[in-house]
C-alpha cells in the first residue's frame, strides 16, 4: 500500500483529504515530536509554497534518522497543500495570504483566527453586491516520492478550482476557514452548512486530489 505523509498541521485538510481518497491509501500526520522544520509560506503563488512545503519536510525525512521511513520496496511521498480563497472584487485577495488576512494589517506574524478572516473579508466587501461577490477556491498539491535510495525528485502538481460566491453574513457550523461565507456555484448555502459529504464531492481540493488519483491510477506510483 502507498503510504502519504499529510504535510500540514490542519488537522482539517487531513480529515478532508483521507475522507476523500478513501481507504486506497496509508495517511500519516505530521506529528510533534517529528521535530520537522516550520515551513514558511513566502512565495507568490499556491504552487511554490506546496513545492516549498513538500520538498522542505521530505528533504528533513531524509535527513533524519528515519523512524517514519517506511521498509524498502514501500512507495512513500509527502503530500502538501497550498489553498486559499480569490475574491474578483478584491483582486484575486486574500489569495495566498488566506491564512493570515486579518493579522497582516497589524503586521503580526502566523495565522489569523478564521473568525478575523472572515470579518475582514465581510468589512472589505461591505459595498459590493451579490452579482458582484464572486470567487473561487483554488487548491495546489505537490507530491513529492521519499526514497534513500534516490535523490529527491521534482514534484508532481495538482490543482483544482471550485467557484461561488461571498455571501453577506457567515452561515453554518461545518468545515473551516472561510466556508461559512462561501457558496459553491449552483448552491444557495454555505460551504459550513451543505456539510463534508456535499464539500468533498465538489471543493477545489477534492478536484485536485481526483487529478492526483487519475496520476496514480495510470502507474506513476
Ligand atoms: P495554507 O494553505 O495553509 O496556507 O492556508 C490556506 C487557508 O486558506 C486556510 O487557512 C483557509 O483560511 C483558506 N482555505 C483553504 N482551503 C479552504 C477550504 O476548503 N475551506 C475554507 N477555507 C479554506
Known amino acids: 500500500m ?11 485538510k487531513v480529515g478532508e483529504i483521507a475522507a476523500i481518497l ?18 514558511v509560506e513566502d512565495a507568490p503563488t499556491f504552487a511554490g509554497n506546496a513545492v516549498k512545503k513538500a520538498e522542505t519536510i521530505a528533504r528533513a525525512l531524509l535527513l533524519q534518522s528515519a523512524s517514519r521511513l517506511p521498509d524498502a520496496g514501500e512507495k512513500f511521498f509527502v503530500l502538501a497543500d497550498d489553498s486559499g480563497l480569490e475574491v474578483d472584487a478584491l483582486g484575486g485577495a486574500p489569495g ?3 491564512a493570515r488576512f486579518a493579522a497582516m494589517d497589524s503586521g ?30 483554488r487548491c495546489v498539491l505537490a507530491l513529492v516520492e521519499v ?27 461545518g468545515g473551516f476557514g472561510y466556508d461559512p461565507l462561501f457558496i459553491p456555484q449552483g448552491h444557495s448555502q454555505s460551504f459550513a452548512e451543505l456539510g463534508e459529504d456535499v464539500k468533498n464531492g465538489l471543493s477545489h481540493r477534492a478536484k485536485a486530489l481526483a487529478e492526483l488519483r487519475r496520476w496514480f491510477a495510470s502507474s506513476h506510483g
Do not use: M, W
Not at 2 to 12: K, P, Q, V
Open 2 to 12: 502507498t503510504t502519504l505523509l499529510i504535510a500540514t498541521r490542519n488537522a482539517h
Open 22 to 39: 478513501g481507504p486506497a491509501f496509508r495517511y500519516l500526520k505530521v506529528r510533534g515530536e517529528d521535530n520537522l522544520p516550520a515551513v
Open 108 to 137: 503580526q506574524e502566523g495565522n489569523s483566527p478564521d473568525t478575523a478572516n472572515n470579518a475582514k473579508l465581510l468589512r472589505l466587501l461591505a459595498d459590493v453586491p451579490p452579482p458582484r461577490r464572486t470567487a473561487r477556491f
Open 96 to 98: 495566498v495570504h488566506s
Open 147 to 173: 526514497d534513500r535510495a534516490v535523490p529527491l525528485l521534482t514534484p508532481q502538481l495538482f490543482e483544482g478550482a471550485c467557484e461561488g460566491q461571498i455571501d453577506l453574513a457567515p452561515r453554518g457550523a
